[in-house]
T-cell receptor
Framework: AQTVTQSQPEMSVQEAETVTLSCTYDTSESDYYLFWYKQPPSRQMILVIRQEAYKQQNATENRFSVNFQKAAKSFSLKISDSQLGDAAMYFCAYRSARGRDDKIIFGKGTRLHILP | KAGVTQTPRYLIKTRGQQVTLSCSPISGHRSVSWYQQTPGQGLQFLFEYFSETQRNKGNFPGRFSGRQFSNSRSEMNVSTLELGDSALYLC???????????FGDGTRLSIL
């Protein structure tokens, strides 16, 4: 069974600094999707970034970028120029790209604090 | 464009009762998924519906059920409520399965 592990329950970063959130996963499949979701105190989950496993190029969305290491099964999120609005719970997630058993599996999350 | 709408936002029930939660997806989205979020277990997948058919199911007891209507709106039902069912229930919709999901604000269910 696939698993997603986020080893950092909480992290803090100074405003305007860069922070990296870690995520590792375990799967025997070669074709899948990886995601980072953000959940602010307002509760709504927001998709931050999405990576297809077959793409070697790391996905980027403005200040958010990933470091996708397929062989190491690692998918970290880098937030550059951190802003107060980035404070939230961040979830790493995995979804198979094959078959019908493609439910999303989430990690336990990392709570990110932004220090002014 | 309106986002995913979940009703109600808050609900308080007692043990043994049943509850129905509603989710209206974004217009044009045909896939709806449900998740349970608790501090202890995190986010867990409940089930996914597409074109009125349950496409995928998580590891939850039969007390948890759902359905999807022809307009893609979905309902989730939990019968014989237990204290452990207290959670935030999130609904997400996408155009098709495997497409990026958009989440609603969730329904906070408290069991007394």
């Amino acid at each position: 069974a696939q698993t997603v592990t986020q080893s950092q329950p909480e992290m803090s970063v100074q405003e305007a600094e860069t922070v990296t959130l870690s995520c590792t996963y375990d799967t025997s499949e070669s074709d899948y999707y990886l995601f980072w979701y953000k959940q602010p105190p307002s509760r709504q989950m927001i998709l931050v970034i999405r990576q297809e496993a077959y793409k070697q190029q790391n996905a980027t969305e403005n200040r958010f970028s990933v470091n996708f290491q397929k062989a190491a099964k690692s998918f970290s999120l880098k937030i550059s120029d951190s802003q107060l609005g980035d404070a939230a719970m961040y979830f790493c997630a995995y979804r198979s790209a094959r078959g019908r058993d493609d439910k999303i599996i989430f990690g336990k999350g990392t709570r990110l604090h932004i220090l002014p | 464009k309106a986002g995913v709408t979940q009703t109600p936002r808050y609900l308080i029930k007692t043990r043994g009762q049943q509850v129905t939660l509603s989710c209206s997806p974004i217009s044009g989205h045909r896939s709806v998924s449900w998740y349970q979020q608790t501090p202890g277990q995190g986010l867990q997948f409940l089930f996914e519906y597409f074109s009125e058919t349950q496409r995928n199911k998580g590891n939850f007891p039969g007390r948890f059920s759902g359905r999807q209507f022809s307009n893609s709106r979905s309902e989730m039902n939990v019968s014989t409520l237990e204290l452990g069912d207290s959670a935030l229930y999130l609904c997400a919709s996408s155009v098709l399965p495997n497409q990026p999901q958009h989440f609603g604000d969730g329904t906070r269910l408290s069991i007394l």
